[in-house]
DNA sequence: ATGAAAGCGCTAACAT
DNA sequence: ATGTTAGCGCTTTCAT
């Protein structure tokens, strides 16, 4: 095997190769790399030899040469959570293609550990950083002056000069709020997380606007709470209180939702007979163990990983785009919790 | 900030250190790195221009020169799913400590494109990889003859010569069953996920054993199905009705146990007065949204992947410890599915 | 106590 | 068309 699986023992060099093939170590070199000139019959020679010994190039020589590492360093705040793991997982495919690997860090939320974090990454010479985030709140700038470039992903920085992709939730809202008067709605609440998190009011932006955009408006008023299961229990008791007509609700959560959706279901109202549910982060496990499933929105974290990965490399490659916080399209994914008969 | 934050423009080399310090560039590595013999006063004088200049030592050269690259590879083919973070999150933090970066990359479950990260690994000079999985259940060895050591982390090599690291199901099992028993409860269901799981098997062998022990059995028979809510939702009334009188059921998940709380609700059995619940796994978004809140058996994951991780860094360090499968015990994390007034 | 020099594995000028 | 050489940034003998 070992032309295909570098196999233990002393490493192979082009030197080794060179030899080989019965050639100077610079003409190895080139023919390994494809550039220069020189006959065919030589370079399938060294090629040939490289196979057989099982040659791998050092990266650390070739980076040392050349300035460039092919690394990128992935910090997350988020422990791997929930919402950072889509788009790193969107990240680090879209850097594998290009390849470039991914050198990964957690800091807990510790601004010390993420230091500490930064300046290792910078250490090894990673040529960008991705920041992860557990929700989308502004936060402090890893720092101005970096030698390296630095995109924020599921997370903003407060910095307007650096550049930042947040998922669309006021258009995830409207993706909700149009869903819900598509199909004959009009009497929609709105059951949400803390008023802290801009996530929070921007979705209950978009679902007002549509809403006044057809002259009506949230039913009752957005109840603001946690973002749990609990608060939707507590959140649907208050709703069906101030207005027992109430025929959707639009929740900020999924775990939101499937609390409304087991008090709806107590309280004898059927969903989405009686009152259509639509949930938020189209989270699997939350979204289809409820009862029924539930139409959600997605805030597509895959894609947002993905660009942020893409911007780095743009960035990288020394094609900057402009700076700020961008905004990434969700989409709305409809299962039985709005629809009949599924 | 140039003192401690490597600022854009040109790297400062050691080079520019000595030069600034006034002194050679082999004198200037040794006061850096603490060796050799020399005046206090040069040793200062390097390290304050060090400081001064933000110098920061290529670690491609040094490892180009030292042959290590204090990078390990972490790989793992549950796309970063709920069950591997935990372990990888294990991995970093003690890799961290030993100022190991971790290079990341997630294989999709395809062969091919595990292959191809292991050579990508192998590539960039890794001293060592960490194997993760969405499952415990075996899977081929990612190489026989890999130039660097691996240790398998809640997933488990079918080549004995590794070493791999999973939860103690059946430890799991006899923990929930002890506890039960403990609690006052005789009849004792149990439904779990899939019987082609090892886990699942594992996890009643262990409730098995404690039961026959105790001179009992399960109630009905163990209950094989899917590792969903929809799952316990049934298994519920299939063990109702198999056994009306049944007093505890031990699920082999958190989503079966949720399942089977929301079926118990509904039949107007209490929980845990009339029937007590325990689940598996500890996954809190589940375990806590869940009503009452489980009491559940935690395989700590983290630990799992600190293990691992320094394992891993014996190995790396000349001190190879066994091979083969290695358990790590599991805990209980009681709440009020099993404990009234909570 | 300090400096000079060799070399880690590789690439890219420059010679031949 | 091929070989020789000079480094990339660093550590480590070996001279001084």
Redesign the interface.
Known sequence: ?SN??????RTVTIRDVAAAAGVSIGTASKALNGVGRMRQETRARVMAAARQLGF??????Q??LGGR?Y?VG?ITCD???RFS?PV??GA??AL?DGQI??????TRDDPIRERH?V??L????VEGVIVTGRRTEPRPSI?R???VPVVYAMTQSLDPSDLSLIPDDEGGGVLAAQHLLATGRTRIGHITGPHGFQAARKRAAGLGTVLSDAGLRVSGEVLYGEW???WGRQGADILLRTDPGVDAIFCGSD?IA??VA?TLRERGRRVPDDVALVGFDNWE??AL?S?PPLTTVDMNLNEIGRLAARHLLDIIAGRPGEAGVRTVPARLVVRASTRHGT
């Open positions: 095997m295909s699986m570098q196999e233990a023992g791998r190039p050092n990266p650390l020589a980076g040392l590492t690394t992935l422990s791997f959570g793991i790193m997982l680090e495919d594998g690997s991914v050198l990964m860090c957690d974090h300046e290792r910078l250490d090894r010479r720092g002056d970096l030698p749990s299961e609990e775990q499937r609390g087991e496990p939350m163990g009862r």
